[in-house]
């Protein structure tokens, strides 16, 4: 079984600043894939960015980064130039390779982006 | 490329009744998922369907049951609804060995249970 874990209930930050999102798991698995999901209020869950487990490179889409840490099972997600538009929920979430038990989604933390 | 599509958006139910929430998947993918979002948790998988046959569940009982059909759009059924079946149900869909194993969410049915 796969445990994700988002210590942060909520975060804040300027218009503009850099903010940087946390999330731990675990798992027994040695493929897996990582991800981070934004639910704005809209609730539609729309993913942000995916990573492979096998591949050491972090992954980046434009202003979203992770910084991808195997060993202590760490996978945050660092959001630069913050906009309006950020502001939602966002979840973390793990599934294994073959994805046949679901993902398993952390408890979110919700993202305030002060004007 | 269309999205994932659910219907209805809405819907409110009473104790004890039966309800199906539907789900078209994204074009060239095969595989459904659905979960249950309670207010202010994150999603909790249901189950699973991969070419019309459940290959995946979570700890959710027999009277939470699916469907897939040959164009890979799927169906929900919650018998015997219970007070704290009320949630936001999201149906997802993916394709194995397409974007790894990547879901990709629709806008999900909001259910009240009352």
């Known amino acids: 079984a796969q445990t994700v874990t988002q210590s942060q209930p909520e975060m804040s930050v300027q218009e503009a600043e850099t903010v940087t999102l946390s999330c731990t798991y675990d798992?027994?698995?040695?493929?897996?894939?990582l991800f981070w999901y934004k639910q704005p209020p809209s609730r539609q869950m729309i993913l942000v960015i995916r990573?492979?487990?096998?591949?050491?490179q972090n992954a980046t889409e434009n202003r979203f980064s992770v910084n991808f840490q195997k060993a202590a099972k760490s996978f945050s997600l660092k959001i630069s130039d913050s906009q309006l538009g950020d502001a939602a929920m966002y979840f973390c979430a793990s599934v294994r390779w073959g994805g046949a038990d679901g993902l398993t989604f952390g408890k979110g933390t919700h993202l305030i982006i002060q004007p | 490329e269309t999205g994932v599509t659910q219907s209805p958006t809405h819907l409110i139910k009473t104790r004890g009744q039966q309800v199906t929430l539907r789900c078209s998947s994204q074009?060239?993918?095969?595989?459904v998922s659905w979960y249950q979002q309670a207010l202010g948790q994150g999603p909790q998988f249901i189950f699973q369907?991969?070419?019309?046959?459940?290959?995946g569940r979570g700890n959710f009982p027999p009277r939470f049951s699916g469907l897939q059909f040959p164009n890979y759009s799927s169906e929900l059924n919650v018998n015997a609804l219970e007070l704290d079946d009320s949630a936001l149900y999201l149906c997802a869909s993916s394709s194995p060995g397409l974007e790894g194993e990547t879901q990709y969410f629709g806008p999900g049915t909001r259910l009240l249970v009352l």
């Open positions: 990573q492979e487990a096998y591949k050491q």
């Open positions: 369907y991969y070419r019309e046959e459940e290959n």
């Open positions: 798992t027994s698995e040695s493929d897996y894939y």
């Open positions: 074009s060239g993918h095969n595989t």
